[in-house]
């Protein structure tokens, strides 16, 4: 499966933006996807992550309640809603695809099979 993503920018902090992953290949609903981001001279972490049905999601200590991640499957297409931004959420934000028969969340980097290549979100303060 090949991964799009797009959506990232210059935002304030306070500010909000969507992330888009638009997804081809195999078919969508086979999936678990996920979100995850880079900050200059990090390592890459986990940010949120929902099932292939979408009914299940996780989030991150540090954007819970501010992201929210939805999925449509018949636009093959996942989401990042990102509010409330902070200079912290400054990074490159990649969507990743686990291809699953199970309706679960993935969290760690090693369950994830095919990988976006990444947009730049950067919040200023």
């Known amino acids: 499966v090949q991964l799009q993503a797009s959506g990232g920018g210059l935002v304030q902090a306070g500010g909000s933006l969507r992330l888009s992953c638009a997804a081809s290949g195999r078919p969508f609903g086979s999936y678990a996807m996920g979100w995850f981001r880079q900050a200059p001279g990090k390592e890459r972490e986990f940010v949120a992550a929902i099932s292939l049905s979408g009914g299940s999601t996780y989030y991150a200590d540090s954007v819970k309640g501010r992201f929210t991640i939805s999925r449509d499957n018949a636009k093959n297409a996942v989401y990042l809603q990102m509010n409330s931004l902070k200079p912290e959420d400054t990074a490159v934000y990649y969507c990743?695809?686990?291809?699953?028969?199970?309706?679960?969340?993935?969290?760690?980097?090693?369950?994830?099979?095919?990988w976006g290549q990444g947009t730049l979100v950067t919040v200023s303060s």
């Open positions: 990743a695809a686990d291809l699953t028969y199970s309706d679960h969340v993935p969290r760690f980097e090693s369950r994830y099979d095919y």
